[in-house]
Every structure is written in structure tokens, then in C-alpha cells.
T-cell receptor, first 115, second 112 residues
Framework: GAVVSQHPSRVICKSGTSVKIECRSL??????MFWYRQFPKKSLMLMAT?????????EQGVEKDKFLINHASLTLSTLTVTSAHPEDSSFYIC???????????FGPGTRLTVT | GQQLNQSPQSMFIQEGEDVSMNCTSS?????WLWYKQEPGEGPVLLIA?????ELTSNGRLTAQFGITRKDSFLNISASIPSDVGIYFC????????????FGKGTHLIIQP
């Protein structure tokens, strides 16, 4: 149990375009999902908390108009990077909470490269 | 915001040796989690700790939640080649569904 998937695993896009990343909880329902960003050889940094049926909560310094989050169902959250620039290139990882205890399960990540 | 100080940053050990790494914080956490991440993949949960003083094992891994709630350690006994990876501690403060604060990671390298 507690499997989280992400799609795509890798994406290359041109500067100025938008990219959508999907995060799915495969065998459980997740009212809350999280989006993290990780630069090479660095730790994970929380970007936002995605709540099913309501607006996402963004961490300080994260532009909500640039990183659009939609949590339309209990098993799917999407992150859209709008008007992508090379500095948005990074490893994006989502996670979800399963059950009553606080344990986050992570997806396999999406490698975004903006050219 | 909260910060987690994780050490050591990297470890070069011989296969079969025991490993110890730890995380400290200036503020209290109510939950401590330990993850392992391999290149190009998401972190995998190893051990979750919920109570101060709690000592939990998962195979050759043992982790403890410090009494002060400001620290935690992870031990790996009799290391094997597949233990190679980056180990992260993570803390959770509140009672609600908040994101995690991560340590900077410990890169474990095992020499055969």
C-alpha cells in the first residue's frame, strides 16, 4: 500500500511554455498532498500544500501564479509550471499522507528541464 | 522557519560496518521521519517516530526520537552495498497536515 505515482517522469520544454505534472495516490485517498522541489545535491524544499477541494497553501517565496496547483479529487493533484524559464529546471516531487498517523509517502519525482 | 542540522554530510565506510547519523533542531518537532533517496527517485520512508524517547527498528535500521524532541538518530548495522544512497531526516511540527522540514541529507558511500 501507500503508492504514489507521478507523470511524466521526465519532461523537456522550451522557455515560455507551460508544463503540467500529475501526482496520484494509487491505493489510497489523500485529502492532502504536498509538492517539493529539489535541486541537484540538495535537500527537498516544500513548495505548497495541496488540499482537495480548496486552494493550495504556498510556502513563502513560492509564486502561486507561476506554480498552479489543482487538487480536484482525492487521488489526484496537479502542478502546472507556467511560463517556464531555465531557472525552473529542477526535480519536482509530490507526497501524500495516508491514514491517521503523519507519514508522508513520496512519488518517484519529475525531472523538468527548461531549454 | 525551522531548520534541521543533519550530520555527517557524507560517510565513506567499509561493507559490514555500522553507520550512525543524526539530526538536531533548535525547535521542537512532534514527529521525526527518516527517508532514503536514491539517484533520480523519490524518498522512501524508512522509519517514523511519534513519541519522545521512542526507539524503533526496521530490520538493520534503528532510529530514536530524542527525549527533548529536538533530535533524532538513525543507525544502520552491518552495512551492505544496497544501503548506498542519501538519507534524510524530516520533522513535522504541528498537529495538522503540514509539510515536512528536511535535513540536508547524509550521503552514504560503501566501499567493498
Amino acid at each position: 500500500g501507500a503508492v504514489v505515482s507521478q507523470h511524466p517522469s521526465r519532461v523537456i520544454c522550451k522557455s515560455g511554455t507551460s508544463v503540467k505534472i500529475e501526482c496520484r495516490s494509487l491505493d489510497f485517498q489523500a485529502t492532502t498532498m504536498f509538492w517539493y522541489r529539489q535541486f541537484p545535491k540538495k535537500s527537498l524544499m516544500l513548495m505548497a500544500t495541496s488540499n482537495e477541494g480548496s486552494k493550495a497553501t504556498y510556502e513563502q517565496g513560492v509564486e502561486k501564479d507561476k506554480f498552479l496547483i489543482n487538487h480536484a479529487s482525492l487521488t489526484l493533484s496537479t502542478l502546472t509550471v507556467t511560463s517556464a524559464h531555465p531557472e525552473d529546471s529542477s526535480f519536482y516531487i509530490c507526497s501524500a499522507i495516508q491514514g491517521a498517523r503523519y507519514e508522508q509517502y513520496f512519488g518517484p519525482g519529475t525531472r523538468l528541464t527548461v531549454t | 522557519g525551522q531548520q534541521l542540522n543533519q550530520s555527517p554530510q557524507s560517510m565513506f565506510i567499509q561493507e559490514g560496518e555500522d553507520v550512525s547519523m543524526n539530526c538536531t533542531s533548535s525547535s521542537i518537532f512532534n514527529t521525526w521521519l527518516w527517508y532514503k533517496q536514491e539517484p533520480g527517485e523519490g524518498p522512501v520512508l524508512l522509519i517514523a517516530l511519534y513519541k519522545a524517547g521512542e526507539l524503533t527498528s526496521n530490520g538493520r535500521l534503528t532510529a530514536q526520537f530524542g527525549i527533548t524532541r529536538k533530535d533524532s538518530f538513525l543507525n544502520i548495522s552491518a552495512s551492505i552495498p544496497s544501503d548506498v544512497g542519501i538519507y534524510f531526516c524530516a520533522g513535522h511540527v504541528g498537529g495538522g497536515a503540514d509539510g515536512l522540514t528536511f535535513g540536508k541529507g547524509t550521503h552514504l558511500i560503501i566501499q567493498p
